[in-house]
């Protein structure tokens, strides 16, 4: 992508938003993770840029975080996707909000009901701010391994707005991974309940790297 952005990696203290962090460092965009604690994100920013090896990755609470971010990757745990949202509502108008929620039901991993967190945090943040649902079948540990290579995992990328899924495409890209439409942002709640089959999967072939990749659709190379 020649146009660099900053993105602001919401709960990206976390297992998912490191992995992400390190990728868009790596292909030139501002990183900032955000926390609820300034003093964490910066702790988790410290970290990545050590392992990075370069100073590109800042630290800061979140709705500063998001206030200053041209695009928002929400990654926090399940149960905060609510609040969290609320807590930086305000700072997404007029933005994209990515929202990786797979909500996952322990121990049964039985598939959520719709709507789609993504359709939930829309009706949520208003019309206003873009949101698409990605990176939900993306296993972190993956993500952060050798973050500098590319990695063989798609992403099912649904929105009701195609310019801003055609960005987030273009950011899976960038973070070394192939992306492809997948529909409207309802049919993210299908994507979530892939997610429950994967780490069902997961559990019963003891793995942390399953992922899932489409077959017959030659990936398209978003610009
Ligand atoms: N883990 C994966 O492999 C994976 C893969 C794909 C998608 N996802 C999705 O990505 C999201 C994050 O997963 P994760 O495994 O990275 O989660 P996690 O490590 O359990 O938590 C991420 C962050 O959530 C924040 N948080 C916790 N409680 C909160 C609250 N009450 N209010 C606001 N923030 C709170 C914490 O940040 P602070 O304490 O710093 O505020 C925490 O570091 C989930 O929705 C998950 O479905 C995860």
Not at 87 to 98: A, H, T
């Amino acid at each position: 992508m020649d146009e660099k952005k900053t993105i602001a990696i919401l709960g990206g203290t976390g297992q998912l938003g490191p992995g992400l962090a390190l990728r868009w460092a790596q292909a030139g965009h501002h990183v900032i993770i955000g926390s609820r604690q300034a003093d964490k994100a910066q702790g988790v920013a410290a970290e990545l840029n050590a392992e990075f090896g370069q100073d590109l990755i800042e630290g800061k609470e979140n709705a500063e975080a998001a206030r200053l971010a041209d695009l928002c990757v929400l990654t926090v745990e399940q149960t905060a996707h609510l609040p969290a949202l609320e807590s930086v509502k305000s700072e997404l108008q007029g933005k994209i909000l990515v929202d990786t929620t797979a909500r996952l039901s322990f121990p049964d991993l039985i598939p959520p009901a719709p709507p789609a967190a993504a359709k939930i945090a829309q009706d949520l943040v208003g019309a206003s701010v873009r949101v698409v649902a990605a990176f939900q079948t993306v296993p972190a540990a993956s993500l952060r391994k050798n973050f500098n290579q590319p990695l063989d995992s798609d992403v099912l990328v649904c929105a009701d707005d195609a310019a801003a899924a055609e960005t987030v495409m273009t950011l899976a890209q960038d973070a070394g991974l192939q992306a492809y439409f997948a529909g409207a942002l309802d049919k993210a709640i299908v994507v979530e309940g892939l997610t429950s089959i994967l780490v069902s999967m997961n559990k019963y072939y003891k793995s942390r790297h399953g992922t899932f990749k489409v077959a017959g659709i030659p990936a398209k190379k978003h610009a």
